[in-house]
């Protein structure tokens, strides 16, 4: 009886080893994938479009770059 409950622990120790390992492969996957890239209107940086701060006059790196760019400083 014991050597079946330690089977059962060893079995459910492997079950759930496969399973934490099946979710990492699935978060790297998603990490992997290409993003789209933009560049900042006045200083020309490429970054990724999530990153990017998009307003009426264009995209850029930042606020400081959005408000020297409207005010013609470039």
Same mark, same amino acid.
């Given at each position: 009886?014991?050597? +079946?409950? +330690?089977? !059962?622990?060893?079995?459910?120790v492997?079950?759930?080893?496969?399973?934490?390992r &099946?979710? !990492?492969?699935?978060? $790297?996957?998603?990490?992997?994938?290409? $993003?789209?890239?933009? &560049?900042?209107?006045?200083?020309?940086? #490429? +970054?990724?479009?999530?990153?990017? +701060?998009?307003? $009426?006059?264009?995209?850029?790196? !930042?606020?400081? #770059? &959005?408000?020297?760019h409207? &005010? !013609? #400083?470039?």
């Open positions: 009886m014991k050597y +079946l409950l +330690l089977f !059962g622990i060893i079995m459910g492997i079950w759930w080893l496969k399973l934490s &099946r979710s !990492g492969d699935d978060q $790297q996957a998603t990490l992997d994938e290409p $993003q789209t890239m933009v &560049r900042c209107l006045h200083c020309g940086l #490429h +970054l990724p479009s999530d990153e990017a +701060l998009l307003a $009426q006059t264009g995209i850029y790196c !930042g606020k400081e #770059h &959005r408000d020297l409207e &005010r !013609g #400083h470039v």
